[in-house]
C-alpha cells in the first residue's frame, strides 16, 4: 500500500497512486491467474478440487463429532462444519499468505517502482476466489442434504457479505504483508495462533456455546465470530443478520485498516531493504 513516487509526475500524491495502479492493473491480474492456475496444474479434476477437498473434509469430520451434535444430525452438523471451514480457510489464507505478498514480489519490486497494493491485493483476490467456489460448494451440499432454507431476502445479504469480506481481507493483507516482512518470526507464531483462534471459534464447536456468559466475551475479542455468524444466517439459518455482528466486525475492520494505514505510511518504501 506504502508508495512514493519521485518521478517526474506532478499530480497530488492520491491521484498519481491510483493513476499508477490503473497502470500496473494487468500485472495484479496475471498474478492472481499464475496463481490459480499452479494451484491446480497438471490435476486431472482441475478446479474441481475446491469443491472435493472442503467436502471431503468436512464428511470426515462429521463421522467424528456429528455423532455430538444432536440437534444438528449427522447431514446437518458437515454443513454448518463445511460453512465455517469455508471462512476460516479464507481468513487463515490472508493471514499467511499476507506476510509473504511482498516478499514474494521482491523481484519486482526491487527493480520497479510498483504500488505494494498490487501484491498485497493479489493474495486477497486468490483467497476470494477459491471461497466463491467453496461457497458454491456449501450452497450445493446444503441443498442436497435439505439444510437449505426456503429462498427470501436474507440470500442478498450474502453478495453484501462478501463486499464485507473483501474489505476485512484486504485490511488484514495489508497489515500482515508488513509484519511479516519485518518480523519473519510472526509466520510461526501466526500458525499457532489460528490453530488457537480456530478452536475458540464457531467452526467446530456449536454457536450456542458462545452464547453462555462465561464464552460471551469472544463474540468481541475474536473477529470470526460475527465473519461466520453472518454468513451462516442467510444461507443455513435464513435470518437477517444481527445488529450486533455487523458492528462488532464493522469495528473490527476499521481497526485493522487504521493500523494498516499507520503501519504502511511509517515504513514507506524502506520495506525494500526488509524483503
Known sequence: MSYVNVHGNQLPFGLRYLSDLMSYRHLCWQLV???LRSRFRRTRLGFLWAFIQPLAFALMIAFVWGALQRGLGYWGYAVYFLAGMTIFEFFST???GGQDALIQGGGYLKQ???PFFIFQLRVVLTALVFVLFEI???FAFAAATGNLPPPGQHLLLVPVYLAFLLVFATGTVILMSIIGTFFRDVKHISGLALRALMLLSPVMLPREIFDQPQMK???FLNPLVPLLDMFRDP???GRMWQVQDVLVLSAWTVGIWVAAIIA???VGRRVIFAI
Open 264 to 266: 504502511s505510511t511509517s
Open 217 to 219: 466475551f469472544m463474540e
Open 33 to 35: 491467474d499464475s496463481d
Open 112 to 114: 520497479a517502482r510498483i
Open 136 to 138: 458454491v460448494a456449501v
Open 235 to 237: 444461507i443455513l439459518n
Open 94 to 96: 490472508c493471514v499467511m
